[in-house]
T-cell receptor, first 114, second 109 residues
Framework: DGGITQSPKYLFRKEGQNVTLSCEQN?????MYWYRQDPGQGLRLIYY???????QKGDIAEGYSVSREKKESFPLTVTSAQKNPTAFYLC?????????????FGPGTRLTVL | GQNIDQPTEMTATEGAIVQINCTYQ??????LFWYQQHAGEAPTFLSY??LDGLEEKGRFSSFLSRSKGYSYLLLKELQMKDSASYLCAVGDSNYQLIWGAGTKLIIKP
């Protein structure tokens, strides 16, 4: 079955630690996205990538980093520089540069900083 | 700037009909999406409109007026499982999705 997987589903970290969230897709999509969602709020774009080895900052990139070494994978690192990292993180993918660009989402990772 | 507005919260009764509105101002327009998101879960696709008019899919319908920058999602025969947030998203000139904050729909028996 084609889809997007994110791991882990729940993640706890201590303040001052970096943590990496995994995102893998087998939909053969060129574009991948990372969003952050806080309680009662919409999706805010952190980073996106339209092609391998290239990525762009979204609206709230500070304190985060990404890589796109393979088409299938787009890991997100939450660094210690992120002031308020506790949130629900969603990874998505879509085709690129087409009119119909529905985004498909992974199940999400809930990160809690202790 | 780019902006998408939706009501924050709506309440409706089981079996009734509810209309969730979305207005948008974006740089370019490449279609409008509605997604459903249950608490703690990922958004799932409901509908897509790129031309003016009504798209019907079972109990759910979505309407678009490009000249007015307006869309609505119509939910009929409401069920308790329809309690969720409904997200409006617009494709801009770069084919990126601009997201509204979502409308939390509460269904009462």
């Amino acid at each position: 079955d084609g889809g997007i997987t994110q791991s882990p589903k729940y993640l706890f970290r201590k303040e001052g630690q970096n943590v990496t969230l995994s995102c893998e897709q087998n939909l053969n999509h060129d574009a991948m996205y990372w969003y952050r969602q806080d309680p009662g709020q919409g999706l805010r774009l952190i980073y996106y990538s339209q092609i391998v080895n290239d990525f762009q900052k979204g609206d709230i990139a500070e304190g985060y980093s990404v890589s796109r070494e393979k088409k299938e994978s787009f890991p997100l690192t939450v660094t210690s520089a992120q002031k308020n990292p506790t949130a629900f993180y969603l990874c998505a993918s879509s085709t690129r540069g087409e009119l119909y660009n529905e985004q498909f989402f992974g199940p999400g990772t809930r990160l809690t900083v202790l | 700037g780019q902006n998408i507005d939706q009501p924050t919260e709506m309440t409706a009764t089981e079996g009734a009909i509810v209309q969730i509105n979305c207005t948008y101002q974006t740089s370019g327009f490449n279609g409008l999406f509605w997604y459903q998101q249950h608490a703690g879960e990922a958004p799932t696709f409901l509908s897509y409109n790129v031309l003016d008019g009504l798209e019907e899919k079972g109990r759910f319908s979505s309407f678009l007026s490009r000249s007015k920058g307006y869309s609505y999602l119509l939910l009929k025969e409401l069920q308790m499982k329809d309690s969720a947030s409904y997200l409006c998203a617009v494709g801009d000139s770069n084919y990126q999705l601009i997201w509204g904050a979502g409308t939390k729909l509460i269904i009462k028996p």
